[in-house]
């Protein structure tokens, strides 16, 4: 199991070894210092927990200094659970960098997906609105009917206008396409979750 903390940047494409073009996205991967090992014995659960990033000592509190010590000051800090059993040879201080993956590898990214705000359902749901004729003047986004007749309640999973985005948002089986270990960065195919900027977890088992 690997796992390493990431950077979302922007998408561009490559060619592969037969030319074939393609679409990946730029994620700069710092380095990552284990910060803590939890184990079945003294946490009920093993884990490891990790930081990157830095940040100004005048915005970390005490327990987090505490808690950090001697290693620095991260900005981000994520725990990786590991299965029931299952046991990590990492420990506390080890440095994780871009290395630990290759390229082929299949990874899961983890981040949150970009806000739009307050949004009505024909975005938010893809319903395909009223007619635009005959009589339909400013109905033609609107919802239409929302409770079942005798009912006299709204139930409970109706899709309706309301917040998007801003979901922790998890894509499997993506194939790491190249390891930039000089400009410490992964090329990933396909499209990541969130802004260019965006904190992402990177895993592979």
């Known amino acids: 199991m690997k796992y390493i903390l990431g950077i979302k940047g922007y998408m561009t494409q490559v060619f592969s070894e037969d030319g074939v073009v393609v679409p990946v996205t730029i ?3 710092p380095e990552a210092t284990v910060t803590q090992v939890k184990t079945e014995e003294t946490d009920g659960y093993n884990a490891v927990q990790i930081a990157s ?8 509190n005490k327990a987090q200094k505490g808690h950090f010590g001697d290693m620095g000051l991260f900005r981000f800090v994520r725990e990786f659970r590991l299965k029931k059993g299952e ?4 420990k506390k201080g080890d440095v994780l960098n871009v290395n630990l993956f290759a390229s082929g590898d299949k ?5 949150i997906s970009k806000g739009k705000g307050f949004q009505g ?5 893809n319903f395909g609105g ?3 004729s005959h009589g339909h003047r400013h109905d033609t986004r609107k919802p239409g009917s929302i409770g079942a007749g005798g009912v006299q ?4 999973g109706t899709r309706m206008a309301g917040r998007m985005g801003t979901d922790r948002v998890t894509i499997k089986n993506l194939e790491v396409i190249v390891v930039d270990e000089k ?3 992964l090329l990933v195919k396909g499209a990541l979750p969130g802004r260019p900027g965006t904190l992402l977890e990177i895993i592979t088992r």
Do not use: C, F, M, Y
């Not at 990033?53 to 970390?60: F, L, T, W, Y």
């Not at 309640?153 to 409970?156: M, P």
């Open 27 to 29: 994620i700069s991967v």
């Open 53 to 60: 990033g830095q940040r100004n000592e005048k915005n970390i």
């Open 87 to 90: 046991t990590s040879d990492l």
């Open 107 to 111: 990874v899961a990214v983890s981040g």
């Open 121 to 125: 359902v024909v975005k938010r749901h």
């Open 130 to 132: 009223a007619p635009t």
């Open 153 to 156: 309640r709204v139930l409970k």
């Open 183 to 185: 400009n410490n960065q």
